[in-house]
């Protein structure tokens, strides 16, 4: 079979990650959480006294850490110069400073070509999830989807992740990380004109699951039949 590239982006707890892992794990593809990897550079900014409200600072130094992602959706990694980073990227702290320092042009540059080398390394194909996976770093994608879900749904998903969160609170950040993402110059958080938009508020986890797995697979069908061409 040919090897597929599917873009997944959308807003923060519309569902990108768990999807993105469950189709790569059913279809033998690998995964990649870009996310993960602008929370890995802010987190190597903040332990490296960077300040992250400093732009040029930040692109000063953003060659600096080695970011290392694992692809093998039932087992993701990500590693900063070496050391385990998957905890520490989820801080309270790397999520309020994360939508600065993924601003800055130069970090940007840098991350888009990491995740294009990825990609392109692998064999099988591979489920990209992002914000501007398929309108910048991955625009000739086999197949791109936009998830969506009311702010409340995320918030109540969000919150429903972390012991004692106040569900107003997290939809407050959420909502103000969204409106940083979507007016940022560079590769803004954006649906492709030919992404699908799905809207997840409505449906379950495995709804969402198997509405992206129909999709590859019809996309896939498609490419096989115009291979073949006509009888
Ligand atoms: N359709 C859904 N219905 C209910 N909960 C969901 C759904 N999709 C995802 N979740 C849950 O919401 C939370 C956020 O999902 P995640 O995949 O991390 O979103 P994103 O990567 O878009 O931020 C997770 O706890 C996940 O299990
Ligand atoms: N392709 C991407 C992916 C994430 N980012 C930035 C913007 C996001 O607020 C942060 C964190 O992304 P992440 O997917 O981990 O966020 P959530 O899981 O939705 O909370 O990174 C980006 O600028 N471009």
Redesign the pocket.
Known sequence: MESVIVAI?G???TG??STSKAVAAKLGLSYL????Q??AITWWMISNGVDVSDAEAVANAAAKPVIVSGTDPARPTITVDGADAAGPIRTEEV?SK??AV?AVPEV?ALITELQRSIAKGAEQGIVV?????GTT?LPDADLKIFLTASPEARAAR?SGEVKGADVHATKEALIK?DAA?SSRKT?P?AKADDAVEVDTTDLTLDQVIECVVTLVDERRSRDAAQAEGPE
């Open positions: 982006d807003p923060s707890g990108k990650s959480d870009t996310g993960a602008y929370r999520t994360v939508s993924s940007r999830e992002g914000r501007d996976i770093v969000r990380r993402d590769s958080l």
